[in-house]
C-alpha cells in the first residue's frame, strides 16, 4: 500500500458552454501522501472546486489520469465513496433535519450498524463541540457549528482521507481557528489525509504541502516554505504619505522586482536590502513623499501568492501575444 | 444494479423526516385536494332549475297563462318579470334580470285549436349550463302540454273519454329512458370516479417533481451524491413515501366520496385499490419526467401545471373524450389520467371487472415501466 492518497496527472475537465469550450482544469499533476495535509490554493475561479470534483467522480474526467487510493476517479467512484469523507463548498446538510437526525442519515447511508453509530455519533458530537446541540435543526446552526456538523458527518465512516472545499467559507475567525484545530487533531490523532482548496494564505500556511492554482494550472508546488522560496529577492514595506505616487515612483527603479499594494501599506520586493532600501528612501524624498516604518519584512505566503500569480499573469499575457491562446478558468 | 436496504431505508428516513417537519406543506398536501373534492362536490351543478325567466303574454288568456304555470311547475323556470315586448326581455337578459324569456304571440288559444300555435323562448347564450338545462326543459315541457290539448280536443270533438287515457304511450313512437349504474342523474356521482384520478394526479406529479429537484437546488444532492448511496436507491427512497402519501389521500377522498356523499361503490375495492396503485405510480414516474428538465423547484411546479390542465381537458374528466379532435385526444393519451378515468368509472359505478378495465390497466402497466425507465436514466449521478 505505497500508492499515494491522491493522485492526479495530466487532468483535464473542460466545459462546452454556449459561447465555446472552457478549461476549467487544465493537465493538472499533484500527488498527495498518506497522512498529508494539502492545500489547493488559488483565487476564486482558478479551478479548485472543479478538480476536487473530478477527483471525487462527481464530475466527468476529460482527459488524463486521477484517483484516491489506488481507486480510479470514473470507474472506481463507489469505492472511492466508501473510503472518503467530502465537504462541498455549497455543503447544505438537510436544514431541516436535527443535527442527531443528519449524523444518522449520514451514518446509515454510509451502512454503519446500530452499534457502532450508539458508540461513533456521541464521539464525534463531542469532538465537533456539538453534544448540545443535538436537537438543533441544522439550519438553525450558526455558519461556523454548521461547518463543524458537516466535518462531524463527513468523519462518520472513519475515512482515510477528507476533501474540504473551502470549509471555512464565510466562517468568521474564532470559529476558523476552531475549526483547523480540529482538523489538526485529526491529522495528529489518526493520521488522516486531509485536502483542502482554500483561498485563505493563514490556513494555507498550516498545510504540510500547498499547491498554487491559477486559470486551471498548477503554477507552484511544495512545502510553505519551498513555495516561499520561489519568490525572488527581499521585501521592504512602509507606509507612504501618498500610495499611488509613491507606486509610481518607485515601479521602474533598478533593483526594484515587484511592488505590492496592502491597503495603505507598500511591499517592495528588491533584489538587495542593503543597497536598495537608501535608494527607495531618496527617490521618495526627492519628490516630498514622507514615509514611515520603512524595514525589511519575512515574505509570507500571501506575498508569494501573489507574486507567483502575477508572474503566471505576465507569462499568459506574453504567450498570448505570441503563438498560442490561453484559456481561461472557472470554478 | 444492487439496492442496499440499510442504505435506502436511511435515504426514506430522510425522506419521511423532511416531509413530517413541514407540517404546513404536509397540510396542503393533503388539505389541498380535500378542498377542490368539496367545491366540486357542491359546486359543480351541470342541470340548473328555476332559472329566471321573463314572460311577454300578449294572448292573455287561459291557454297561455295555463302554459307559463306548466313551466313553472317543471322547477326549470321561475316567472320573475312579465314584460310587454320582445325588446324589454332582451334589454332584461342582457343586463343580467333573466336567464331566458318566453314570448307568447296574440290568440295563443286560438292556434293551439288550429294546431299552429308557436311560442318563442329566448335563451342566454352566454351561460350554456341554463341554456341546456332551459332547452331541454321548455321543449318537454311543450310537448307534455301539447299533449294534454290533444287529449282535450279529442274529449271535445268526438265526446268519448278515450281521448283522456291518451298519453305518451299512445304516440305511435314513443322512448323510454332509463339512465344506468346513476338513475337520479346525481352529478357528484359522475365526477367523483374521475375526481379520485384527477386529485392524485395533480398531487402525485407535483411532489414527485419537487422532491427530485429541491436536493438539487439547495445543494444537498452534492453531499447525498458523494456517499455510496446508488442513483436507483435515492430514486426509490423519494419515491416511496410519496406513494404512501398518495395512497392515504386516496383513502381519504374516496372515502369521503363513499360515506358522506353517499357515492355508491359498484365494483371490487381490492382491484380498484392495486389498479389506483398502479396510476400513482405512474403519475409519480411523470413527475419524475418533469423533474428532469427542472432545474429549480419554481420550474418544476411550472411544468406541472400543464399536467394538471391537460389532465382537466384532454382526460374525459370533465369533457368528454368522444368526438375530441386528434391532437388534443393524443396529447391526453400521454396522460395517466386518460386510461384511470375509464378505469375508474368503470369499477366505481359500473362494477365492472379486470376483464373490462384490462386494455386500460395494461396500458397503465406499460406506460408506468416506460416512464420510470426514461427517468432512473435520467437521473444524474454526477453533477454535469
Redesign the interface.
Known amino acids: 500500500m505505497d500508492k499515494p492518497a491522491i493522485y492526479a496527472n495530466g487532468l483535464t475537465k473542460t466545459?462546452k458552454t454556449r459561447k465555446g469550450t472552457i478549461t476549467a482544469v487544465d493537465h493538472l499533476s499533484l500527488q498527495v501522501g498518506r497522512g498529508e495535509t494539502y492545500g489547493l490554493i488559488g483565487p476564486d475561479g482558478a479551478g479548485k472546486t472543479t478538480t476536487v470534483?473530478v477527483l471525487?467522480?462527481?464530475?466527468?474526467r476529460t482527459a488524463g489520469e486521477s484517483s484516491i487510493m489506488g481507486f480510479d476517479s470514473m470507474n472506481d467512484t463507489?469505492q472511492i465513496?466508501?473510503l472518503?469523507g467530502?465537504i462541498?463548498q455549497?455543503?447544505?446538510?438537510?436544514?431541516?433535519?436535527t443535527v442527531m437526525?443528519n449524523m444518522?442519515?449520514?451514518?446509515?447511508?454510509?451502512?454503519m450498524s446500530k452499534e457502532d453509530q450508539n458508540k461513533r455519533i456521541p464521539e464525534l458530537l463531542e469532538f465537533a463541540g456539538l453534544s448540545d446541540f443535538t436537537e438543533r435543526l441544522a439550519g438553525k446552526l450558526s455558519g461556523g457549528m454548521k461547518k463543524k456538523l458537516?466535518l462531524a458527518t463527513s468523519l462518520i465512516h472513519e475515512p482515510e482521507v477528507v476533501l474540504l472545499d473551502e470549509p471555512t467559507l464565510g466562517v468568521d475567525p474564532v470559529s476558523r481557528r476552531e475549526f483547523w484545530n480540529l482538523l489538526g487533531n485529526l491529522r495528529a490523532e489518526r493520521g488522516l489525509t486531509i485536502f483542502v482548496n482554500t483561498p485563505y494564505m493563514d490556513e494555507a500556511e498550516r498545510c504540510t504541502q500547498i499547491g498554487l492554482i491559477y486559470a486551471g494550472k498548477l503554477i507552484a508546488s511544495g512545502t510553505p516554505a519551498d513555495i516561499k522560496a520561489l519568490v525572488p529577492g527581499y521585501v521592504l514595506e512602509f507606509v507612504p504619505s501618498d500610495n499611488a505616487a509613491a507606486l509610481k515612483q518607485i515601479d521602474g527603479m533598478p533593483g526594484i522586482l515587484e511592488v505590492q499594494t496592502y491597503g495603505e501599506k507598500l511591499h517592495v520586493f528588491v533584489d538587495e536590502v542593503a543597497r536598495r532600501q537608501p535608494q527607495i528612501e531618496a527617490a521618495l524624498s526627492a519628490v516630498g513623499i514622507s514615509y514611515s516604518d520603512l524595514r525589511p519584512i519575512e515574505i509570507h505566503m500571501e506575498e508569494a501568492f501573489i507574486s507567483l500569480v502575477q508572474r503566471q499573469k505576465r507569462l499568459a499575457a506574453s504567450e498570448a501575444n505570441g503563438v498560442s491562446a490561453v484559456s481561461g478558468g472557472v470554478a | 444494479m444492487p439496492i442496499n436496504l440499510q442504505r435506502l431505508r436511511s435515504l426514506i428516513r430522510k425522506e419521511v423526516t423532511q416531509l413530517l417537519r413541514d407540517r404546513r406543506a404536509l397540510a396542503f398536501m393533503i388539505g389541498l385536494p380535500l378542498l377542490q373534492l368539496f367545491l366540486y362536490a357542491y359546486a359543480v351543478n351541470t342541470t340548473v332549475y328555476h332559472i329566471p325567466m321573463a314572460v311577454v303574454d300578449q294572448s292573455q288568456d287561459a291557454k297561455s297563462r295555463a302554459f307559463i304555470q306548466a313551466l313553472v311547475n317543471s322547477q326549470y323556470f321561475n316567472a320573475d318579470m312579465y314584460l310587454q315586448n320582445q325588446n324589454q326581455v332582451i334589454t332584461a337578459i342582457d343586463d343580467g334580470q333573466v336567464k331566458t324569456g318566453l314570448i307568447i304571440p296574440p290568440e295563443f288559444a286560438t292556434n293551439t285549436d288550429r294546431g299552429t300555435a308557436n311560442v318563442l323562448m329566448l335563451l342566454d347564450g352566454s351561460d350554456s349550463a341554463s341554456v341546456s338545462s332551459g332547452y331541454g326543459a321548455a321543449g318537454l315541457v311543450a310537448q307534455n302540454f301539447s299533449l294534454g290539448l290533444i287529449s282535450e280536443q279529442i274529449v271535445r270533438k268526438t265526446g268519448l273519454q278515450t281521448g283522456a287515457a291518451l298519453s305518451a304511450s299512445s304516440l305511435p313512437i314513443t322512448t323510454s329512458e332509463r339512465v344506468l349504474y346513476n338513475p337520479d342523474m346525481i352529478d357528484i356521482w359522475f365526477l367523483l370516479p374521475g375526481l379520485v384520478g384527477m386529485l392524485l394526479q395533480t398531487l402525485a406529479v407535483q411532489r414527485a417533481a419537487l422532491a427530485m429537484v429541491r436536493d438539487r437546488e439547495l445543494g444537498t444532492m452534492e453531499q447525498i451524491l458523494v456517499t455510496p448511496a446508488r442513483p436507483l436507491e435515492i430514486v426509490l427512497s423519494k419515491i416511496i413515501p410519496l406513494l404512501v402519501l398518495c395512497l392515504l389521500a386516496f383513502v381519504v377522498i374516496v372515502g369521503l366520496g363513499i360515506f358522506w356523499f353517499g357515492v355508491p361503490f359498484n365494483g371490487s375495492l381490492f382491484l380498484y385499490f392495486w389498479l389506483t396503485l398502479l396510476f400513482i405510480a405512474s403519475s409519480l414516474g411523470l413527475g419524475m419526467l418533469v423533474s428532469v428538465r427542472a432545474g429549480t423547484q419554481r420550474q418544476a411546479q411550472q411544468l406541472a401545471m400543464p399536467v394538471m390542465m391537460f389532465g382537466m381537458l384532454l382526460s374525459g374528466m370533465i369533457f368528454p373524450r368522444l368526438g375530441m379532435p386528434l391532437v388534443p385526444s393524443l396529447l391526453g393519451d400521454l396522460l395517466p389520467l386518460t386510461y384511470f378515468i375509464r378505469i375508474s368509472r368503470g369499477i366505481f359505478l359500473k362494477g365492472v371487472g379486470l376483464s373490462f378495465v384490462w386494455q386500460d390497466a395494461a396500458a397503465l402497466a406499460i406506460y408506468t415501466v416506460i416512464v420510470v425507465l426514461v427517468a432512473a436514466r435520467n437521473f444524474k449521478s454526477r453533477l454535469d
Open positions: 466545459f470534483r471525487l467522480g462527481l464530475l466527468t463507489y465513496r466508501q472518503i467530502y462541498a455549497q455543503n447544505v446538510l438537510p436544514g431541516d433535519m437526525e444518522k442519515f449520514f451514518a446509515g447511508v454510509q451502512g458537516a
